[in-house]
């Protein structure tokens, strides 16, 4: 069984502040990493992917990817109150579905 | 289409009535998915379409749940004699052909709300 383990949060920052948001998988064969943000009622939005280790920024957000740890980190620098959202960590392998996490809500205090 | 299109937006549905679900993807995806929503779950994967490929139905919780893609484009989930837990937000997606063993992350489409009363 694939499993996507988040913290569900709620992550509360000050606006400004940079939100660290982690995942870990348990498949080691996972080689496409993503991360989804879902505003309330709304459904899930592309915002990062990554597929080597290391850092992979754009614009405010920077994705991290562990293999050796099995986890994927996403940061947010400067967070606005717009962020507030729930975000999504999804993982696959190969040729299979997209294993979702259930997300980390992160809410941005002004 | 620019997005994936999915409908009715909401649908109240009585007990043991049937419903149907649609999904337009996103032209040339050849990649289609089912997944669910229930209030504060996550995403449950419910059936997988991939070019002309037998799907994958391993997600469908019963069999009172079925889909279809014709022409390799729109595709309909079924649910026969709703149950009140088969109540959730339906999502759609699609996604590109895979490449060097990467996959392209999957466009959503706004989802169907289903009440089943």
């Known amino acids: 069984q694939k499993e996507v383990e988040q913290n569900s949060g709620p992550l509360s920052v000050p606006e400004g502040a940079i939100a660290s948001l982690n995942c870990t998988y348990s498949d080691r064969g996972s080689q496409s990493f993503f991360w989804y943000r879902q505003y309330s009622g709304k459904s899930p939005e592309l915002i990062m992917s990554i597929y080597s280790n290391g850092d992979k920024e754009d614009g405010r957000f920077t994705a991290q990817l562990n293999k050796a740890s099995q986890y994927v980190s996403l940061l947010i620098r400067d967070s606005q109150p717009s962020d507030s959202a729930t975000y999504l960590c999804a993982v696959n392998e190969g040729y299979s579905t997209l294993t979702f996490g259930k997300g980390t809500m992160l809410l941005v205090s002004p | 289409g620019a997005g994936v299109s999915q409908s009715p937006s909401n649908k109240v549905t009585e007990k043991g009535k049937d419903v149907e679900l649609r999904c337009d993807p996103i032209?040339?995806?050849?990649?289609l998915y089912w997944y669910r929503q229930s209030l504060g779950q996550g995403l449950e994967f419910l059936i997988y379409?991939?070019?002309?490929?037998?799907?994958?139905k391993s997600g469908l919780p019963s069999d009172r749940f079925s889909a279809e893609r014709t022409g390799g484009s729109v595709s309909t989930l079924t649910i026969q004699r709703t149950q009140q837990e088969d109540s959730a937000v339906y999502l759609c997606a699609s996604s590109s052909q895979r490449a060097w063993g990467r996959s392209y992350g999957y466009t959503f489409g706004s989802g169907t709300r289903l009440t089943v009363v």
């Open positions: 379409f991939q070019g002309n490929s037998a799907p994958d």
């Open positions: 032209s040339g995806h050849t990649a």
